[in-house]
């Protein structure tokens, strides 16, 4: 046995298919880039200039340099790309065009579906790739706030920003564990915690590919701790969305179980395009929330992906 398959070996009861999990889980990840809307005259510009007409899109672009483009079936102007090494080097990217990010990790901006003028407040948001989704579907108004710990995993995401053209976030780096209470309320937040990366597997970085198995269960704590102090900040009637990069219910299911409270409810969702698993709710013999089956679980075998899980979460209004 590898290391993919001693790395996933505890979750064969949970999966519909083991063998197809370890096998595409040792392959690499396709690469994916979205378009970024603020910067569509741009786009039009570049596309009359090499014959495209101005309707033209970043993947057409693309596709004039010879990479072979395929649309994203789930999310409109994202694409796979084969054919290009360095995405970051081309001229698209510099110019703010698009950006490159793992393809289910853009899953969670689209389950916080965050409106233009609204406060988001992105708890654990470095490097920033979905703090760059958040704030461009906002159309550049309201107030995205990027907080991280690290001041020096913040760099990154303000040097995209600024090549995007996002003007509408703000950074903090702040210990999530100590954020100012008196900072909200949201009417929207991501939690994407710190996790054991099991969902990474497929990255080709070494630093990324990591596993932390022996943070699968050490985790768990940080992780509430964290929501705690962020489910203060978000007003009734809010939406939290929790997400991680792993598979493990011990930093999923079992943290939202012993962290939320009555006035929370995990809601059922589905992107459509994109499969996802239910959520469990018995895990190492306890009974758990009945609305954990609403989280959605993304195996990297159903759609050729990373592995993510997903929750959404409303904070119930005082009047119910
Ligand atoms: C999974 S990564 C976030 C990825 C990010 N959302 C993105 O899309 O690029 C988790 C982040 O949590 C940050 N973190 C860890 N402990 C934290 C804490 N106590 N308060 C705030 N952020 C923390 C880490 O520095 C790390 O950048």
Same mark, same amino acid.
């Given at each position: 046995?590898?290391?993919?398959?001693?790395?996933?070996?505890?979750?064969?009861?949970?999966?519909?298919?083991?063998?197809?999990?370890?096998?595409?889980?040792?392959?690499?990840?396709?690469?994916?880039?979205?378009?970024?809307?603020?910067?569509?005259?741009?786009?039009?510009?570049?596309?009359?200039?090499?014959?495209?007409?101005?309707?033209?899109?970043?993947?057409?672009?693309?596709?004039?340099?010879?990479?072979?483009?395929?649309?994203?079936?789930?999310?409109?102007?994202?694409?796979?790309?084969?054919?290009?090494?360095?995405?970051?080097?081309?001229?698209?990217?510099?110019?703010?065009?698009?950006?490159?990010?793992?393809?289910?990790?853009?899953?969670?901006?689209?389950?916080?579906?965050?409106?233009?003028?609204?406060?988001?407040?992105?708890?654990?948001?470095?490097? #920033?790739?979905?703090?760059?989704?958040?704030?461009?579907?906002?159309?550049?108004? #309201?107030?995205?706030?990027?907080?991280?710990?690290?001041?020096?995993?913040?760099?990154?995401?303000?040097?995209?920003?600024?090549?995007?053209?996002?003007?509408?976030?703000?950074?903090?780096?702040?210990?999530?564990?100590?954020?100012?209470?008196?900072?909200?309320?949201?009417?929207?937040?991501?939690?994407?915690?710190?996790?054991?990366?099991?969902?990474?597997?497929?990255?080709?970085?070494?630093?990324?590919?990591?596993?932390?198995?022996?943070?699968?269960?050490?985790?768990?704590?940080?992780?509430?701790?964290?929501?705690?102090?962020?489910?203060?900040?978000?007003?009734?009637? #809010?939406?939290?969305?929790?997400?991680?990069?792993?598979?493990?219910?011990?930093?999923?299911?079992?943290?939202?179980?012993?962290?939320?409270?009555?006035?929370?409810?995990?809601?059922?969702?589905?992107?459509?395009?994109?499969?996802?698993?239910?959520?469990?709710?018995?895990?190492? #013999?306890?009974?758990?929330?009945?609305?954990?089956?609403?989280?959605?679980?993304?195996?990297?075998?159903?759609?050729?992906?990373?592995?993510?899980?997903?929750?959404?979460?409303?904070?119930?209004?005082?009047?119910?």
């Amino acid at each position: 046995m590898d290391d993919t398959a001693r790395a996933l070996q505890r979750y064969k009861e949970l999966v519909d298919d083991w063998d197809a999990l370890v096998d595409v889980s040792r392959r690499p990840l396709p690469l994916v880039v979205w378009q970024n809307p603020l910067r569509r005259t741009h786009v039009e510009r570049l596309a009359v200039g090499v014959g495209l007409d101005r309707g033209a899109t970043v993947g057409d672009l693309l596709a004039t340099r010879g990479y072979e483009v395929e649309p994203l079936a789930w999310r409109k102007g994202a694409w796979r790309v084969r054919g290009v090494d360095k995405p970051g080097r081309t001229l698209e990217h510099y110019l703010g065009l698009m950006h490159v990010q793992e393809e289910v990790s853009l899953a969670p901006s689209e389950v916080l579906a965050a409106k233009a003028g609204e406060a988001v407040l992105d708890f654990c948001a470095a490097p #920033g790739g979905k703090t760059a989704c958040i704030a461009v579907g906002m159309r550049n108004t #309201g107030t995205v706030v990027a907080n991280d710990l690290r001041p020096q995993r913040l760099r990154p995401l303000r040097s995209n920003c600024e090549r995007l053209g996002i003007l509408n976030v703000v950074i903090t780096p702040i210990n999530g564990m100590r954020f100012p209470l008196d900072a909200g309320p949201f009417d929207r937040m991501l939690l994407d915690v710190p996790c054991s990366c099991e969902g990474n597997l497929r990255d080709s970085r070494p630093s990324t590919r990591r596993v932390r198995h022996s943070q699968v269960e050490g985790r768990g704590g940080l992780q509430a701790t964290l929501l705690g102090r962020a489910w203060k900040l978000l007003r009734p009637g #809010g939406v939290m969305v929790y997400s991680t990069c792993t598979f493990a219910p011990e930093e999923n299911e079992l943290v939202l179980d012993y962290a939320l409270g009555e006035d929370a409810v995990i809601e059922p969702f589905e992107i459509a395009g994109l499969r996802h698993d239910p959520g469990v709710t018995r895990w190492a #013999g306890k009974d758990l929330r009945a609305d954990c089956a609403n989280l959605a679980r993304y195996w990297p075998h159903h759609n050729n992906t990373g592995g993510f899980t997903i929750a959404r979460i409303r904070k119930v209004a005082a009047n119910g």
